[in-house]
């Protein structure tokens, strides 16, 4: 079986780095990862798991709106985010309040998610593009961010 594409394999084979005793598997390349960076974007899939547990709880007692929950997905939106540099630009969806946290969430955050509109004023300071609820609707203005900033000779990139 080919290795280009997770996609070519069947449903049911897993992908695995790590034996049960969480030692690497042969063939299988350490990532060039420091124990202090590791530890950081442990504590941002904990604190992203903590804002989506927290946020639920808070929607099904009627005292936030709708909801999207991450579960499941904190790990590839923190290390996604983690890989990005200062000037590089997260656009997000509806899901990825991971990647969020991962730039550095501020408690005004969750203001948004509460039906107040300054809950995003903090972002591009940080360099994340307002909420996008559609889906896909993000990929097109990162494209446009993109070629714009090609444009203008910048070396930026536009994560979405």
């Given at each position: 079986?080919?290795?280009?594409?997770?996609?070519?394999?069947?449903?049911?084979?897993?992908?695995?780095?790590?034996?049960?005793?969480?030692?690497?598997?042969?063939?299988?390349?350490?990532?060039d990862l420091g124990d202090r960076e590791?530890?950081?974007?442990?504590?941002?899939?904990?604190?992203s798991r903590h804002l989506d547990e927290?946020?639920?709880?808070?929607?099904?007692?009627?005292?936030?709106?709708?909801?999207?929950?991450?579960?499941?997905?904190?790990?590839?939106?923190?290390?996604?985010?983690?890989?990005?540099?200062?000037?590089?630009?997260?656009?997000?969806?509806?899901?990825?309040?991971?990647?969020?946290?991962?730039?550095?969430?501020?408690?005004?955050?969750?203001?948004?998610?509460?039906?107040?509109?300054?809950?995003?004023?903090?972002?591009?300071?940080?360099?994340?593009?307002?909420?996008?609820?559609?889906?896909a609707g993000h990929i097109p203005h990162?494209?446009?961010?993109?070629?714009?900033?090609?444009?203008?000779?910048?070396?930026?990139?536009?994560?979405?």
């Open positions: 079986m080919s290795e280009r594409s997770l996609l070519s394999r069947p449903p049911d084979d897993r992908v695995q780095f790590l034996d049960d005793d969480g030692h690497l598997l042969d063939g299988v390349t350490e990532p590791l530890v950081t974007m442990y504590e941002r899939m904990v604190l927290r946020a639920i709880s808070l929607q099904r007692q009627g005292r936030m709106g709708t909801y999207p929950s991450l579960a499941g997905q904190e790990a590839a939106q923190v290390a996604s985010a983690q890989a990005m540099a200062h000037d590089d630009w997260l656009l997000y969806q509806y899901r990825e309040h991971g990647s969020v946290a991962a730039r550095g969430l501020a408690p005004e955050y969750l203001l948004y998610w509460m039906g107040h509109e300054i809950g995003n004023e903090w972002l591009a300071d940080r360099h994340v593009f307002p909420l996008n609820i559609s889906i990162a494209t446009g961010m993109a070629w714009a900033s090609k444009l203008q000779d910048e070396s930026r990139t536009f994560v979405c």
